[in-house]
């Protein structure tokens, strides 16, 4: 249950799914602009992607407990 209250996993979980559907999108659909001329779509959800994994990988971490905590 403590795990789930996490903010790095809850903010993980957050940026996945927005990440997920960001690449879905830019997969789908090629937005193409007269100044972009690279998928921003798709490389913005890649991004958003690898950070909220990095974000749930950092919540799985065990914490340090003190010496004078036991």
Do not use: C
Request: avoid cysteine; proline fraction near 3%.
């Amino acid at each position: 249950m403590k795990r789930l209250l996490d903010l790095r996993f809850l903010i993980g979980i957050l940026f996945s799914v927005y990440g997920m559907i960001l690449v879905i999108y830019g997969a789908v659909s090629h937005p193409v602009t007269q100044t972009v001329h690279w998928n921003i779509d798709f490389w913005w959800g890649i991004l958003s992607l690898v950070f909220g994994l990095v974000f749930i990988a950092l919540s799985r971490i065990p914490e340090k407990q003190d010496e004078d905590d036991v």
